[in-house]
């Protein structure tokens, strides 16, 4: 079992920014797919970000790329999300989600993911 308590998030302005983190326990996370997720009011989740099993590739859909930076610190069993130049389409309710069986064309679907955590609120507003 593994427990993801995420934390950072809240109201910026646009073009602002906002780190994300999501702390793991139960077990380490080092060799699972981590992955963001968000979901916007009336808006089906969507993939936003991840990092294949223990290397380093990363993934970004391209709405993000540029933008934002997702990073693991494997001492602190922690995954973050760093989001620069954010714009009020951002806003959402983000999620990040860890999976040890992920093959690589599943990376970005949300049904492959084991855990979640509890989600956290970003909006981005003037």
């Known amino acids: 079992q593994v427990q993801l308590v995420q934390s950072g998030g809240g109201l910026v302005q646009p073009g602002g920014s906002l780190k994300l983190s999501c702390s793991a326990s139960?077990?380490?996370?080092?060799?699972?797919?981590m992955a963001w997720f968000r979901q916007a009011p009336g808006k089906e989740r969507e993939f936003v970000s991840a990092?294949?099993?223990?290397?380093?590739?990363?993934h970004y859909t391209d709405a993000v790329k540029g933008r934002f930076t997702i990073s693991r610190d494997n001492a602190k069993n922690t995954v973050y999300l760093q989001m620069n130049s954010l714009k009020p389409e951002d806003t959402a309710v983000y999620y990040c989600?860890?999976?040890?069986?992920?093959?690589?064309?599943?990376?970005?679907?949300?049904?492959?993911?084991?855990?979640w955590g509890q989600g956290t609120q970003v909006t981005v507003s003037s």
């Open positions: 989600a860890s999976g040890s069986r992920l093959i690589l064309s599943t990376i970005r679907q949300s049904a492959y993911y084991d855990y």
């Open positions: 990092l294949f099993r223990s290397g380093v590739n990363t």
């Open positions: 139960g077990r380490t996370i080092r060799t699972d797919s």
